[in-house]
């Protein structure tokens, strides 16, 4: 990446999710956005700011195990919510 910003505007979140999706042969509701994002924030205000992508991996292996119903995708990422909503260490 250049020496630019790494902060993406929401246009070009789309745009790299939409080549994620081309990429790998997934459908929009494979990439549900806004929900990913939802979680990152749930994880970092709930447990700490590095435990975000770790909680995002976790809900897309878990979503990965569960099949390609994208009420599942959603479930994991629900339950990962969940998890750092009532974390307590």
């Known amino acids: 990446m250049s020496e630019q910003s790494r902060t ?10 939409a080549a994620l999706r081309e990429r790998f042969g997934l459908a929009d509701d494979d990439v549900p956005v806004a929900a990913v994002l ?10 700490a700011r590095p435990a975000a992508p770790l ?10 195990r569960a099949g390609t119903d994208p009420a599942e995708i959603r479930a994991a990422l ?3 919510a969940e998890a750092a909503a009532g974390w307590e260490q």
């Open 78 to 80: 629900d339950a990962v």
């Open 55 to 64: 909680g995002a991996f976790v809900a897309g292996l878990v979503a990965g």
């Open 38 to 47: 939802d979680l990152t924030r749930d994880v970092a205000n709930g447990v």
């Open 8 to 17: 993406l505007p929401p246009e070009a979140l789309d745009a790299w999710a």
